[in-house]
Each structure stands twice: as C-alpha cells, then as structure tokens.
C-alpha cells in the first residue's frame, strides 16, 4: 500500500507553521525556551511544524522531536560591557548583523510561516528582525505576529532607556501578542514598565515556561552545581570548588556541570582541581539535565530563567549565586523567588564554605515549605496560538 507524499497540496495546505526567533547571543536560555514551545506545538497537532531561528552556538546539544528543525546563524556574544561582537568569525559585528539579517528574512519569507514568535528582543539583536517585521506586515496572508519576554529583563530604569534608545517602544505595537513568561503574582518587568496599558497587544501572563521533570532516581544523595552555559561561570565554581576543599560538603558526592561555553582553559584549570577531590565528578556538559536536577539533594546554580523554572517544577532546593553584570536580571528574579520558594540566593562574594554548609545543613527544613508557582506557561501559550482547549498544567509545588 503507497503511502501520502507528505508534499501533497492538499497535506501541505493543513499545515500550520510557526517561526520560532532567538537571538541567543549569551547562554543557552533562550534556544531553550523556544525548543520547550516548539515541542510542545508540535505535540498539540501532527499538522504543525516549527523551523525555531537561533544564534545558540549548543542547539546541537539539545534534542528536537519530528517537525521542528532549526536555521543556525553566524553566533556573536558581548563583551563585559555589554557590547556584541562576533563569536567566531572575523570582521565587524556591523557585518555579522547584516547577515544573520540577511538569512532571518531569507527563512522566513522562503517558509511562510503563519506565527511568527519572537524570544525576549522583539527588534532581534541590534535590529536585525526588523526588515523581517516589515516583510511579513506587508504580507497579504500577514501571519500572527507574537513576542515573548522573561519574566525579569532587567531593573526597570535600564529597561525604559535601552526601550527609548532602541526604539522598541513603536516596536511592541506591531505584535498581535505579548507573552510574559511568568507568574503576575510574583513581579515581572511587565508590571513595573506598565506594558499593558502602553502597547496595543494583548498582554498575557503566562506562568513560566516549565518543563515536565522527571522522577528523581534512586542512589546515594549528591549535591548538583551548575552555571547554565558556562560563559561567566568560573566564579562560581572556584567557590564552590574551595568549599568542598573546606570540607563544607562532607558525606555528600558533588556532580559539577562546567557547561559548553566555559573556555577550554578555564575547563583545564577547574579539572585538575576536581580531579585531587575524590568527591567531586566534574563533566562539560548533560543531556540528562533535568534527570539531574530532579534527583539532587539540592543545587548551587547562578539564577537564570531555564535553571530556575527546572529547580521550581523539580520541588528541588537551590542556592542561588546571580549574576549581576551586565545586568541585574538573575539578582532580582533570586531576590523576588526566594520568599515564596525553596531558593535561597547569596551574592558571589558571600559564596563562602561556611555558606555552603550552612545551606547543605537546612535544606531539609526548606523541603518542608509547599509554595505554589504558576508553571503553566507551555500549556497556555500552545493553548493561545492553536485555538486548542488543551488543560493548562496547574500551578506546580515547589
């Protein structure tokens, strides 16, 4: 029996497709945001596909289910002002926006898409989405037009200036939707900045972007540390590292995560120290993440959005170490948490062993606590785009 040519005009009229942008020229965090949505797409209608654009430098590192691919662009990064630059190839960072502009509006006018859903920078980095914007606004068939944002951005001053400077203000009123991936209850920028009032899109919070966990799996207890990425994580991890030196973390074995964006010299230093500790098990990087996370005593990790969502949907403790440069994002989502979570956060400076031991010494008690975060906002975003009734996940404890 022949099957369907999956290019059939008929099969391909009942697609829907979604373009899924993530600048991601820091971290991981927002390619894996965009990979959570788009699986999640995809899980709610065998017709719908996604091409997720991304300047990650790790989306091999991440697992796509069937119907979701991505375009790569060239990567760039900041440098600790804050400023672009590329990541690996020569010339300016003016020629490196003009292509990744360049392919952005390629893939997205050679893909059609019918919703297009813009990660965190609704101009894209240095405005390179915007003769994109322009393109699909053109459109006859204009598709639906939709932003994400963080539930943190930044403090609220710097958000309005860079806003004001960018002009990303005139910006927002393009976008039918406006997603903030976070729970109203506990303050987002969205709600300081006034974005509902201030912009003609619907303005939804979400709940944050939460994936499943797994069950925590059976074994002798063990701490997990993790900076995310990798990329500013030394830090913490030399910390970390002289606490279990100072017998902070006795009777327990330490899994350290360097991360895939931690220098290859910075890597080489870290692991001749870990190797004269017979506890601790340093590796690059995991694909069992979340299996991880789930199933540790408790974690010391810097506080970005992904991390943080995974240890709050895993009811798993964790020291919070934030970064604080080159903005304030990861202070003030740890400062907002930690009141109504089992997270605790301290200042790099303060990441001290006796910290370390006096954090591995109560996290028992913190189990104890039974907060409830909103961590829905899978559900409800595949729910808003598809017109679907699919159950929303209810509010997780954590």
């Known amino acids: ?41 995809v899980g709610a209608d065998p017709n719908n596909e996604v091409l997720i654009i991304t300047g990650s430098p790790s989306t091999q590192a991440f697992p796509l289910p069937d119907r979701v691919d991505t375009v790569k662009l060239p990567t760039a990064t900041k440098d600790v002002r804050g400023r672009y630059q590329p990541r690996r190839l020569l010339g300016s960072i003016d020629r490196l926006t003009r292509l990744r502009r360049d392919i952005i ?107 499943t966990m797994p069950e925590a799996l059976p074994g002798d207890p063990f701490v997990l540390v993790t900076p995310g990425g990798g990329g500013d994580g030394q830090r913490l991890l030399r910390r970390y590292l002289d606490a279990v030196e100072a017998g902070a973390t006795a009777g327990l074995r330490s899994v350290v995560i360097t991360g895939p964006l931690l220098s290859a010299r910075r890597q080489a230093e870290l692991l001749l120290r870990a190797e004269k500790l017979e506890s601790v098990e340093l590796i690059e990087f995991s694909d069992s993440m979340r299996s991880l ?18 240890e709050l949907s895993a009811g798993t403790p964790a020291l919070l170490v934030p970064r604080c440069k080159p903005r304030l994002e990861q202070h003030i989502r740890a400062c907002r948490l930690a009141p109504v979570s089992r997270l605790e956060h301290c200042p790099i400076e303060e990441l001290s062993p006796d910290r370390v031991r006096r954090f591995a010494r109560d996290q028992r008690t913190l189990r104890e606590t039974e907060p409830s975060i909103d961590l829905s906002g899978i559900a409800r975003v595949v729910s808003t785009l598809t017109g679907s009734n699919s159950p929303e996940r209810t509010p997780a404890h954590v």
């Open 105 to 211: 509006l390629a893939a997205t006018t050679t893909f059609e898409p019918e919703v297009l859903l813009v990660d965190h920078a609704p101009l894209g980095m240095r405005g390179e989405l915007s003769p994109t914007l322009s393109m699909l606004d053109r459109r006859r068939d204009r598709p639906r037009l939709t932003l994400g944002l963080r539930d943190i951005i930044d403090q609220r001053q710097a958000v309005e200036q860079s806003w004001h400077r960018d002009r990303v203000w005139p910006a927002l009123d393009r976008f039918d939707d406006i997603f903030v991936y976070g729970d109203r209850r506990v303050r987002t920028t969205a709600q300081e900045i006034g974005l509902e009032r201030r912009t003609g899109a619907v303005v939804t919070h979400t709940g944050y972007v939460a994936p």
């Open 293 to 310: 996370i789930a199933s540790a005593e408790f974690v010391v990790s810097m506080a970005g959005y992904n991390t943080v969502v995974e």
């Open 1 to 41: 029996m022949f099957g369907i040519d999956p290019s059939h005009p008929a099969l391909v009229a009942a697609m829907t497709r979604y373009v899924l942008y993530s600048h991601d020229t820091y971290g991981l965090g927002h390619f894996r945001r965009s990979s959570l949505l788009a699986t999640g797409l």
